[in-house]
Nanobody, 119 residues
Framework: EVQLVESGGGLVQAGGSLRLSCAASGFTFDDYAIGWFRQAPGKEREGVSCISSSDASTYYADSVKGRFTISSDNAKNTVYLQMKSLKPEDAGVYYC????????????WGKGTLDTVST
């Protein structure tokens, strides 16, 4: 059974940092890409970042470039999203997802972790 479990969300002040983790199981981690998405209340889901586990290629939304860093620990089947200089508009539920490539409609999804950024 494929499982993606996010952790690390919470309440942080604007300008602060958070690190999210996505622990994956039930599939061959090296064959998949892991993406981070977020959804704020009343807004559509937005792709934030993605990493290919096979070659470590990374992708970022323009809104987070220079502030967020995605990384992968293949030995632990875990992907991290380091978020710095957080802004109120970064708040939302963050989901990790897995598929063969970095695409919007990924096959497997976690349940999400809530990030709240206070002003």
């Amino acid at each position: 059974e494929v499982q993606l479990v996010e952790s690390g969300g919470g309440l942080v002040q604007a300008g602060g940092s958070l690190r999210l983790s996505c622990a994956a199981s039930g599939f061959t981690f090296d064959d998949y890409a892991i993406g981070w998405f977020r959804q704020a209340p009343g807004k559509e889901r937005e792709g934030v970042s993605c990493i290919s586990s096979s070659d470590a290629s990374t992708y970022y939304a323009d809104s987070v470039k220079g502030r967020f860093t995605i990384s992968s620990d293949n030995a632990k089947n875990t992907v991290y999203l380091q978020m710095k200089s957080l802004k109120p508009e970064d708040a939302g539920v963050y989901y990790c997802a897995a598929d063969r490539g970095c695409i919007y409609s990924m096959d497997y999804w976690g349940k999400g972790t809530l990030d709240t950024v206070s002003t």
